[in-house]
């Protein structure tokens, strides 16, 4: 059995000894936050990323412990576990390595090859290849059994073969061989299937389309798999794109080469010959294909999930515009604009709808109520949704706020991205928490409350109903979930939850807490008034020591009994605070925010067996700045003024957007015409980008000028490189990762007929053409995602 620790430590280069603590804490019920906050000591310092590795390498590889003994067992009923194959099943280190040495003792159906062992015909095999100068057909029909259907020599000797195609593909280190020349030459072909032509227009790009297997990005796989799953595409693995080869597969070379045997022409190594090229193209092939394109997907969805993740975490990370009165607009044409306004905590003030715009055109009297209400509850911050109508209720806003510019001089108008906020309106959350108000409604009070604060809004709705993924639908959706989970959780425990003021949903993220226990937090609350100490909540129903200790340090109690409530400090070192004030001289309060006497203060005098130094420099750390709120400040971007629809887009225009969502491939930025535009990889920066996260990331506000409007596609290409002109060729850029290589392909798309190899081994891609933003299906996948 591998030792699951070391094997961990040593892909993420750390000690051993980290990794077994930490593996501890979690089968102790420890969540990865807190671990990664408050154990430092026991875990060596591993951060949150380290952990969220460590922790899903932990699950794969005890799931492979748990095959590996399943294997083992089989194996062993059988009588055929021998010391030598032990050994290298207890080494695998992957699953399909371990389904390789499984495969000739895996049960299956009766086989053409089982059924020639059964007829007896197996010793003719052994003979053959001890022999290979012998008279194959006079060997083969001392071997004739007409009650078993061998009742002619061909018969025969296709039972022989048989046999042998399966004893070789049934070989681990073959098999192992084979996929690794496969790794470094094997090219992914796409194909347009007849007569879909024209249904399948969106998959154009990939009608004729050859690229190496394994460089194969994320985006660019999922496309082509889906064209695949729509019945558009056909899809094949080509273990030979050296398209001058004569001889047949390398990969036979392989075969023959990896048994000995050095053909000649005699008969029995003719025979040979069409076994080793039967068992490539019947056996070996087959199974490669369908496996490496496997991967190939599990690949892809792993860096889509990714991708999402990374979305996600900086649109709940974006910073909050406060806690201030605001009024939210869901905009809307025939059926109105819904209006509510919420107070500085969130809290429901009023609502109504307007109907400024067609068919009612009640524009005055739309402005005329939105001034009452924006008087009565003194409104800081008007939150738009940025769906159908939003640039007109944009315009609207404009004017409400130049006509109480001098007694509302700081009234502010922000468009907010609605993505989800319908799916919260039909929620059961929504209903529970007003049962009373009309679903449309409801939607307006989360664009209200998503600008206060994104994260507590934001995760109320389901991660994948946010629209900042990639290819979303086609991955698993329990890796999905899991992955987007995890990211909520860091966020919320990254920056923290008031306990007087959360949400259930909120509540729920808190490291330690599961719904039942933050409903009852919530009940508790309703029912006794606002916590005033953090070791109230051991009184709330079924939450106990441990689910206080996960909890305590990331929940906040303003104004509370002890000032540590409000800070990240984690109860159980309140004491070592105390001690560390004591010695100061000074009380604890006088403590926090006191920068000048905190420097002052020597970290290792402090330091006991209980808790070391990592722990007592958090802590100074903490006291200097407590509850601090790690999300930046507050920036949003100004929409260009009647540029509202694609048709007022001109080309060279610059305008100021806001980045939605960042692909492999670039970043989509709404600038205000319903239609996300397209920054693709090689326009966002005059260097050159191998990943668009480390450029953008979700909710920047950045400036890009227009390249191309393809208004009859709802297509639009931006540029984040301002002197760039259009036209101008872009810099050359894979959508994976690495390096743009001399023959691959620029951009993310472009039909790409196979080329030749220059010398076996060797593939080069073709190139596709240099503005590949534009007529690519990507764009049109994701310019509908807010849909």
Known sequence: MQNIAKIIAQELNVREQQVTATITLLDDGATVPFVARYRKEVTGGLDDTQLRTLYSRLGYLRELNDRRQVILSSIQAQGKLTAELQAAIDQADSKTRLEDLYLPYKPKRRTKGQIAIEAGIEPLVDRLLSDRQADIEALASEYLNAEAGLDEVKAVLDGAR???????????????????????????????????????????????????????PSHRALAMLRGRNEGVLSLSMNADPDSEAKSGSYCEVIIADHFNLKLSDSAVDQWLKLVVTSTWRIKIALQMETEFIAKLRERAETEAINVFARNLGDLLMAAPAGAK??????????????????????????????????PQNQWDKSIRTLANLVKMHKVELIAIGNGTASRETDKLAGELIAELKSELPTLTKIMVSEAGASVYSASELAAEEFPELDVSIRGAVSIARRLQDPLAELVKIEPKSI????????????????????????????????????????????AGLNKTLARNIVEYRDQNGQFTSRKQLLKVPRLGPKA???AAGFLRIREGDNPLDASAVHPETY??????????????????????????????AFVTEEFGLPTIEDILSELDKPGRDPRGEFKTAVFKEGVEEIKDLKVEMILEGVVTNVTNFGAFVDIGVHQDGLVHISSLTDKFVSDPHTVVKAGDVVKVKVMEVDAERKRIS??????????????????????????????????????????KGQYKQPKAPANAAMGNAFADAFAKLKK
Do not use: W
Not at 481 to 490: G, I, T
């Open 162 to 216: 048989f046999i042998l195609m399966e004893r070789f593909a049934e070989d681990a280190e073959l098999l192992q061989k084979v996929r690794q020349h496969l790794t470094q030459i094997a090219v992914l072909e796409s194909h347009v299937v007849k007569g879909k032509e024209k249904e399948g227009a969106k998959f154009r790009d990939y009608f004729e389309h050859s690229e190496k297997l394994m460089n194969v």
């Open 325 to 358: 009165a605001t009024l939210g607009l869901d905009p809307g044409l025939r059926t109105g604009v819904k209006v509510a306004i919420v107070n500085n905590t969130g809290k429901l003030m009023a609502h109504t709808t307007i109907f400024p715009h067609a």
């Open 467 to 510: 629209g900042v993924g990639q290819y979303q639908h086609d991955v698993s959706q329990s890796q999905l979930s899991q992955s987007l989970e995890a990211v909520v959780e860091d966020c919320v425990n990254g920056v923290g939850v008031d306990l007087n003021m959360a949400s259930m949903p909120l509540l729920t993220q808190v």
């Open 548 to 550: 206080f200790e996960q």
């Open 575 to 604: 004491a070592l605070v105390e001690s560390i004030a004591k010695a100061q001289q000074q009380a604890v309060d006088a403590l926090i925010g006191n920068t000048d006497l905190l420097k002052q203060i020597d970290a290792k």
């Open 718 to 759: 931006l540029t984040m490189r301002l002197d760039e002109k259009p036209g101008e060729k872009q810099m050359s850029h894979q959508g994976g990762k690495g390096q743009a290589k001399a023959g691959q392909g620029k951009g993310h798309q472009g039909k790409s007929p196979q080329g030749k190899s220059q010398a």
